[in-house]
């Protein structure tokens, strides 16, 4: 039993470092890194690449540690390459939506902030943003969603449409850095979960 019991306490301070388990990033081939892990920045795996070029530490064997080392690669990046990633992003509640043409990571971000059951209200306006928004920036909108209803999120992107392209631009690439380190939180604790489920079996 407290053999049991402290391997559950290991396990839930691992989890809070978001320690990645079976495939540590620093010990991971060149295209394993990329398969895994190229996908936290919306279609943009020439980041990972990079990152994985430059040659990874220990330290990128944590989610923070691996968002710190893919987002130093973002901001190294030219100004056209920074747009590119921007624009490899999707409307919020858009065609794509629509059309089941999102990512499974981008579904399942704007299901849980409840985008796909938008009222024909709310649809409508999102779409009036959306347009709004890329003519003023040529880029679309973007925000980590996840913790934000609907009504939160019209009015954040409201307020942001007051920006000005520069503003807009370090926002919308910090917002991109924080989908990034929700993405690898949540391919941490998928594999915590998955060696738990493991050894509790064998145990």
């Known amino acids: 039993m407290l053999t049991r019991n402290r391997f559950r306490q290991d396990r839930k301070t691992e989890m ?3 320690r990645f388990k079976n495939k540590a990033p620093s010990s991971l081939p060149k295209a ?3 398969g895994f892990y190229g996908g936290v920045y919306e279609h943009s795996p020439w980041i990972a690449e990079a990152a994985h070029d430059a040659g990874l530490q220990t330290a990128a064997d944590t989610a923070a540690g691996l968002s710190a080392t893919l987002r130093a690669v973002v901001e190294a990046a030219d100004r056209a390459r920074q747009l590119s990633l921007l624009r490899a992003h999707p409307d919020l509640a858009g065609k794509l939506a629509l059309g ?4 499974a990571e981008s579904t399942s971000e704007q299901a ?3 985008l ?5 209200v709310e649809f409508e306006r999102f779409q009036t943003l959306n347009r709004a ?3 003023k920036f040529d880029f679309p909108f973007i925000l980590a969603v996840k913790g934000y209803q609907r009504g939160e999120i019209l009015a954040i992107f409201e307020r942001r449409l007051e920006h000005d392209l520069e503003q807009e631009l370090r926002e919308a690439l910090d917002q991109v850095h924080r989908i ?3 993405r690898l939180c949540a391919l941490a604790e998928a594999q915590h979960d998955a060696a738990g489920r493991a050894k509790e079996e064998m145990a």
Do not use: I, N, S
């Open 133 to 135: 928004y890329r003519e």
């Open 116 to 120: 796909d059951r938008c009222t024909p």
């Open 32 to 34: 394993d890194f990329v």
């Open 100 to 103: 089941g043409g999102l990512t």
């Open 180 to 182: 990034a380190y929700l």
């Open 16 to 18: 809070t470092a978001h």
């Open 112 to 114: 849980g902030a409840g």
